[in-house]
Nanobody, 125 residues
């Protein structure tokens, strides 16, 4: 049974930083891991993802220059360092794990097999 557990969310003022973590337990072949978020009344959107094998990384335009995704190795833990946070970043952040080998880093969410329960990030103005 594969389980993903996010942590690190919280309340922060605009301009502040948070570091999210996603711990993977259970046996699984990891090809891609990613972060998605969903704000109230909005659809889930892609934030960032990385290929566990090649190290290729993809960011949403909203995350470029402010967020950094990292992780890999035998610890099977992924991180999202978020700097210069804005009120628009307020959302529940989910980590996801994909077990399908692909030649690209998926931003649609369709190629992820396991999802965490999410961690709330609230940015006050």
């Amino acid at each position: 049974q594969v389980r993903l557990v996010e942590s690190g969310g919280g309340l922060v003022q605009a301009g502040g930083s948070l570091r999210l973590s996603c711990a993977v337990s259970g046996r699984s072949t990891i090809y891609t891991m990613g972060w998605f978020r969903q704000a109230p009344g909005k659809e889930r959107e892609f934030v960032a993802a990385m290929s566990w094998r090649s190290g290729d990384i993809l960011y949403a335009d909203s995350a470029k220059g402010r967020f950094t995704i990292s992780g890999g190795g035998f610890e099977n833990t992924m991180f999202l360092q978020m700097n210069s946070l804005k009120p628009d970043d307020t959302a529940v952040y989910f980590c996801a794990l994909g077990t399908t080998s692909t030649f690209f880093v998926d931003s649609s969410g369709r190629l992820y097999d396991y999802w965490g329960q999410g961690t709330q990030v609230t940015v006050s103005s």
